[in-house]
């Protein structure tokens, strides 16, 4: 429950998104990953 598969779309469309993210964005996408890995 709460497993999201990434697919290799998906998996790019973050990359894009992260390449375009500002230093802010990616500094608060980091800390959500780190609390995604404790739940």
Excluded: C, H, R
Aim: proline share 3%; net charge positive.
């Amino acid at each position: 429950q709460g497993k999201v598969k990434i697919t290799g779309d998906n998996l790019t469309q973050l990359k894009m998104w992260y390449s375009k993210a500002t230093p802010e964005e990616k500094k608060a996408f980091k800390m959500w990953m780190t609390e995604q890995d404790y739940l």
